[in-house]
C-alpha cells in the first residue's frame, strides 16, 4: 500500500490527471478517480485491519469552513455557481486531506510521501531545464511543459515564461518553491547518495520556479527565512550560500533580475515613497490592485457572510470604476487569496480558515518539538511542511484560490507527519469515547 499511495500523490502532484484531460482528451472521471484511488488504502487499514479513521481537529476545522461556505452559498446571488465552488473544495480539498491523513500512516509512510511530491517537483524542474535547452516553444514534453507569456528585459531580448503541466506561471512557481523546504528538510536528514539526490532534487525545484519568472514566490521565499531561522531548519552560513547562490542564478538570468529588482519600486510606488507614483507601475501590479481593491469594496458590502463562493469575480466590473486603476473588461480574480475568501465569505470564512491554518501549525509545533531530540528524519520533513505552509500562505497574498489541491495536498501530509508525535486530542477524546461507550454496551448486554 505504501507504493500506491506515494504513486497516486506523485501523479496528483505532477498534474498528471489534469494534462490527460486536457492535453490529450481522457474523460474527466479519469482525473476524477485518480485522486480517490487514495480510498483503497484508507479501507484496507479501517475495514481489513480494523484501524480508526483519523479525524484531527485540523480537519475538522475544515469541515467546519466547508460548512460556512455551504451557508454562504445559499444566499449568494448565483447560489448554483457558488455550491459549484464548494463543491470543487469540498472534494479536490478537504476529501482528499482527510483521504491523505488517513492513508499516510506510519513513519515510513510520511517518509514516502514526502519524496513523492518532491519527486514530482524535481520532474517538473528536469522538463523546465530541458525546455530551456532545446527550445521552449518547440517542445512541450507531452503537456508537462506548458507555456504562458513571454517578458522583455531592458536590452529587447525576450524570454518565455515556463508554466509547467500547470498552465500559469505564477500557480506553477508556487507549488514548486513549497517543495524546496521539504526538499531540503529531507536532504538535511540524509547520507550518502540519498542527501546527494535530494539536493540535485532541490536544485531542479529551483531552476523550475525561476523559469517562471515569478515575483510573488521571491517574496514569499523572503518572508519565510525568518521562520527558518527561528525553528533552526536554516542557519545564518546556509542563509549566506542560499543568498550567494541566487545571486547566481539572477546573474544568470538578466530577464528574472530586472523583475526581481523591480519589486523595491513597485513597494516604494505602491505607498508613495516613489515620486512617480502607482500610475507609472508596470500594468500587471496596476491591475492587480484593482482587482484587490474591488474585493474589499464587496467584502465591505457583504461582512458577515460575503457575497457567496466564486461571486468576486462577477463584481469586478462594478466596483473597478470605482476604485480606479488599471481596469480591464469581464471578469477577473481577486489575486488575493485573503481578499478573496473575506470577499466571498466574509469574516466568518475568513476566521474559519484562519482556524485551520491555526490548527495545522499547532500540530507541527508540537511534532516538532518532539522530533528534534529523537527523529531528524521526520524533524526535517515536518520543519520542511511548516515552512512549505508559510511559503503557500504568504504567495497567496498575490494569488486567489485556484488548483486548491495543492494547499490541501499539504494540510494532508501535515496532519500525517505531525500524527507521528502522538494522537491528536481529538481524535484521542473520540477514541476513548468510543471504546468507554463499546465497553458499557457490553457490560449492559452481560446483566441482561
Known amino acids: 500500500m505504501i507504493f500506491l499511495t506515494s504513486f497516486i500523490l506523485f501523479l496528483v502532484y505532477l498534474n498528471a490527471p489534469a494534462v490527460a484531460v486536457r492535453v490529450h482528451g481522457a474523460p474527466f472521471l479519469f482525473a476524477a478517480a485518480v485522486p480517490m484511488v487514495l480510498a483503497v488504502p484508507v479501507a484496507h487499514r479501517v475495514l481489513l485491519r480494523g484501524e480508526p479513521l483519523r479525524f484531527p481537529l485540523v480537519l475538522a476545522a475544515a ?13 449568494s446571488e448565483r447560489p448554483f455557481e457558488s455550491l459549484d465552488e464548494v463543491e470543487t473544495w469540498a472534494l479536490e480539498g478537504v476529501l482528499l486531506a482527510l483521504l491523505i491523513a488517513n492513508a499516510v500512516r506510519t513513519r515510513d509512510e510520511v517518509r514516502a510521501s514526502a519524496l513523492a511530491v518532491v519527486a514530482a517537483g524535481a520532474v517538473m524542474g528536469a522538463i523546465a531545464c530541458l525546455q530551456q535547452a532545446l527550445g521552449p516553444a518547440e517542445w512541450s514534453f507531452a503537456g508537462f511543459g506548458q507555456l504562458d507569456s513571454a517578458i522583455r528585459d531592458g536590452a529587447g531580448r525576450v524570454a518565455i515564461r515556463l508554466a509547467g503541466p500547470i498552465g500559469e506561471t505564477n500557480r506553477f512557481a508556487q507549488i514548486m518553491a513549497v517543495l524546496l ?37 521571491i517574496v514569499a521565499l523572503g518572508l519565510a527565512v525568518p521562520f527558518a531561522l527561528a525553528i533552526g531548519m536554516l542557519r545564518f552560513r546556509q542563509l549566506a550560500l542560499a543568498g550567494l547562490a541566487g545571486v547566481v542564478m539572477l546573474a544568470a538570468m538578466p530577464h528574472y533580475a530586472e523583475r526581481v529588482l523591480s519589486i523595491g519600486t513597485t513597494i516604494a510606488q505602491t505607498i508613495g515613497l516613489e515620486p512617480s507614483g502607482i500610475r507609472n507601475a508596470d500594468g500587471a501590479v496596476r491591475g492587480r490592485l484593482t482587482e484587490m481593491k474591488s474585493a474589499g469594496l464587496l467584502f465591505l458590502e457583504h461582512p458577515v457572510l460575503g457575497a457567496g463562493p466564486g461571486m468576486a469575480p462577477y463584481a469586478y466590473e462594478r466596483h473597478a470604476g470605482v476604485v480606479g486603476g488599471k481596469v480591464r473588461a469581464g471578469t477577473r480574480r481577486s489575486h488575493n487569496l485573503y481578499l478573496q475568501l473575506a470577499s466571498e465569505t466574509g469574516l466568518i470564512g475568513l476566521a474559519a480558515f484562519g482556524f485551520v491554518i491555526f490548527a495545522s501549525f499547532r500540530e507541527l509545533e508540537r511534532a516538532r518539538r518532539r522530533f528534534v531530540s529523537n527523529d531528524r528524519a521526520l524533524w526535517g520533513i515536518v520543519c520542511g511542511l511548516e515552512l512549505a505552509l508559510v511559503i503557500s500562505l504568504a504567495s497567496s497574498l498575490f494569488l486567489h484560490a485556484a ?8 494540510i494532508g501530509l501535515a496532519t500525517a507527519a505531525s500524527a507521528q508525535s502522538g494522537a491528536p486530542a481529538l481524535a484521542a477524546f473520540l477514541s476513548r469515547a468510543l471504546r468507554q461507550t463499546a465497553e458499557r454496551l457490553r457490560a449492559d448486554e452481560a446483566r441482561a
Open 403 to 410: 488548483y486548491v489541491r495543492y494547499f490541501w495536498v499539504l
Open 63 to 75: 469541515i467546519g469552513l466547508l460548512g460556512v461556505q455551504t451557508l454562504s452559498a445559499i444566499f
Open 181 to 217: 523546504p521539504i526538499g531540503a528538510g529531507i536532504a538535511l536528514a540524509s547520507r550518502g547518495l540519498a542527501r546527494v539526490a535530494a539536493w540535485t532534487a532541490v536544485a531542479l525545484i529551483a531552476a523550475g520556479m525561476a523559469f517562471a519568472f515569478s515575483r510573488g514566490v
